[in-house]
């Protein structure tokens, strides 16, 4: 794994977002794997900047997310098609039909897995996939313990990561219990994986990861076996490393 040492968080930015516009200037047809959380916010803030700026063109770009909760509407602030509507995709040229994010509200939730697997194969897979990391290590939704074979599944949020993301809901109780997530073995058949660490909360799962044993106890240690991997961290993240 390739290491990029920043300062903070803006420049962590700086960086993810330049890697992603590096990206589409060489591949305009990039299929670009997308997160949310607030680790990649402030990449999409400057993604956004350039395409204000120097007219960095997504048109032939396809977006697949890695993931979304069970039974929240695509127009509820709290789903992440809201997220990424809000955040990044209402501010580019990207086609509407290029997005593609799964369906938290499927009817048949595993029928919806295997139909956004065929979508990611359809589309050639994912060039460069985004991500952030879970305190636990999760990346996506895949929790510790999920295998490294998996692909697009339903998961049972753990109590660790609803209560890390309950910031964004009014109550721990509103919370969704489930989700959506590309699999583990989706995630690592990217062309290009880049790795988004910031902050001291993320230090000591950073360091595991990088220096631990690859167990799916800590899903991101797969990550050491992937050819293409970049990690981006600041200060802060590294401090355990
Ligand atoms: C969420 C998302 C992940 C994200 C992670 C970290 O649960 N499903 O894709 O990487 O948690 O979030 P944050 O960047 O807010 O710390």
């Given at each position: 794994?390739?290491?990029?040492?920043?300062?903070?968080?803006?420049e962590?930015?700086?960086?993810?977002?330049?890697f992603?516009?590096?990206?589409?200037?060489?591949?305009?047809?990039?299929?670009?794997?997308l997160?949310?959380?607030?680790?990649?916010?402030?990449?999409?803030?400057k993604?956004?900047?350039?395409?204000?700026?120097?007219?960095?063109?997504?048109?032939?770009?396809?977006?697949v997310?890695?993931?979304?909760?069970?039974?929240?509407?695509?127009?509820?602030?709290?789903?992440?098609?809201?997220?990424?509507?809000?955040?990044?995709?209402?501010?580019?040229?990207?086609?509407?039909?290029?997005?593609?994010i799964?369906?938290?509200?499927?009817k048949?939730?595993?029928?919806?897995?295997?139909?956004?697997?065929?979508?990611?194969?359809?589309?050639?897979?994912?060039?460069?996939?985004l991500?952030?990391i879970?305190?636990?290590?999760?990346?996506?939704f895949?929790?510790?313990?999920t295998?490294?074979?998996?692909?697009?599944?339903?998961?049972k949020?753990?109590e660790?990561?609803?209560?890390?993301?309950?910031?964004?809901?009014?109550?721990?109780?509103?919370?969704?219990?489930?989700?959506?997530?590309?699999?583990?073995?989706?995630?690592?058949?990217?062309?290009n994986?880049?790795?988004?660490?910031?902050g001291k909360?993320?230090?000591?799962?950073?360091?595991?990861?990088?220096n631990?044993?690859i167990?799916?106890?800590?899903?991101?240690?797969i990550?050491?076996?992937?050819?293409?991997?970049?990690?981006i961290?600041?200060?802060?993240?590294?401090?355990?490393?």
């Open positions: 794994m390739k290491i990029i040492a920043v300062e903070n968080y803006q962590m930015s700086k960086a993810a977002a330049q992603i516009i590096n990206q589409v200037k060489e591949k305009p047809q990039s299929v670009l794997g997160a949310t959380g607030g680790t990649v916010l402030g990449t999409y803030e993604v956004i900047e350039d395409y204000q700026q120097n007219k960095t063109s997504y048109k032939q770009v396809h977006s997310n890695l993931d979304e909760y069970i039974g929240v509407e695509a127009t509820h602030p709290n789903s992440y098609h809201y997220y990424m509507m809000e955040h990044l995709f209402a501010h580019i040229d990207i086609e509407r039909d290029h997005i593609h799964p369906n938290g509200l499927a048949n939730t595993e029928e919806e897995c295997r139909n956004y697997e065929g979508v990611i194969e359809e589309l050639g897979g994912v060039d460069l996939q991500l952030g879970g305190v636990n290590g999760h990346i996506g895949n929790e510790p313990g295998s490294f074979d998996s692909v697009t599944h339903v998961v949020l753990t660790s990561t609803r209560d890390a993301n309950k910031r964004y809901f009014n109550r721990l109780e509103d919370v969704p219990t489930h989700a959506i997530t590309m699999g583990i073995s989706t995630i690592m058949k990217s062309k994986i880049l790795l988004l660490v910031s909360k993320k230090a000591e799962i950073l360091a595991q990861v990088m631990g044993e167990d799916e106890k800590v899903p991101a240690s990550l050491n076996t992937h050819p293409n991997v970049t990690i961290a600041d200060k802060d993240a590294l401090a355990f490393v």
